[in-house]
């Protein structure tokens, strides 16, 4: 993998990632733990293999805790578990997410709600179970993980759409909130990140083109590309942002 961008006041810090040993998330993982910082991450799937990996290459072990964040009880202990072992979360990054496709007729209470508890929900609690240890650390930076697919208006996941423009509402709400503490809430808003993921689920050769057709720099996204940005925002470089979307898609929509 590239060299990730660098920020030295990340060293030491304990950043806790949502889905953070697979996808995006586990690039998210290695670029904290290469900034020196301490990670804990939680994944439903056994990422035991990605921790060894990492304590190989960085010779500083994430700590791994097997989770289904849609269990808030189960995602809080996860929390505590991760204070315990490496004190107050400084950084908070909300990645995990589920954008399997379906349509408006395909809609059910039971699909629907199961949608929003993976996409939206533990957002809402995760920055509940760590605000109070970052507001006694002196503050603390929570990333939300939305995404350009709302602002675009695409077709194919009404649910996921719907929680991603949330999560914007969301973190501008909690950044008014938790501001008088220090803490520091932001949205990212990755473009198409071309992840194993989607390249085996999503992407086709029609499909690339006219997505980059839309893109004012003519490269596709790879995690690498979201995972600075992220350090950015979790670092003291950005000491005064908050309560902003940052997008991060080649140029496919406009802000401002």
């Not at 040993?21 to 690039?27: D, E, L, T, W």
């Not at 994430?62 to 950084?91: E, K, M, S, Y």
């Not at 720099?217 to 942002?241: C, G, N, Q, Y």
Request: charged share 15%.
């Amino acid at each position: 993998m590239e060299r990730f961008a660098t920020f030295h006041d990340l060293a030491g810090k304990h950043v806790f990632i949502t889905g953070g040993g697979a996808g995006i998330g586990a690039s998210l993982s290695e670029g904290f733990l290469a900034q020196g910082a301490s990670v804990s991450f939680v994944q439903r799937s056994d990422s035991s293999a990605f921790v060894a990996d990492m304590a190989a290459k960085y010779g500083n072990a994430p700590l791994f805790i097997q989770c289904d964040i849609t269990d808030i009880a189960a995602l809080q202990a996860a929390i505590a578990q991760a204070v315990d072992a490496f004190g107050p979360v400084n950084v908070l990054v909300n990645n995990a997410a589920n954008d399997t496709r379906h349509s408006l007729a395909e809609i059910t209470p039971e699909s629907w709600d199961a949608g929003q508890n993976v996409n939206l929900r533990p957002h809402v609690f995760g920055a509940q179970a760590v605000a109070p240890g970052m507001a006694a650390a002196g503050g603390g930076s929570i990333i939300n993980f939305s995404s350009i697919s709302y602002m675009m208006g695409n077709a194919g996941y009404p649910g996921y759409v719907a929680a991603k423009a949330g999560i914007t509402g969301l973190t501008r709400g909690l950044a008014r909130e938790l501001g008088p503490q220090k803490i520091r809430v932001n949205a990212l808003m990755p473009g198409w990140v071309l992840t194993e993921r989607q390249m085996k689920l999503w992407a086709t050769e029609e499909g690339l083109a006219a997505h980059l057709e839309k893109q004012c720099l003519k490269e596709h996204l790879a995690p690498r590309d979201v995972v600075d940005a992220t350090l950015f925002l979790a670092s003291d470089a950005a000491r005064m942002i908050t309560a902003q979307a940052l997008v991060v898609d080649g140029g496919t929509v406009v802000t401002g």
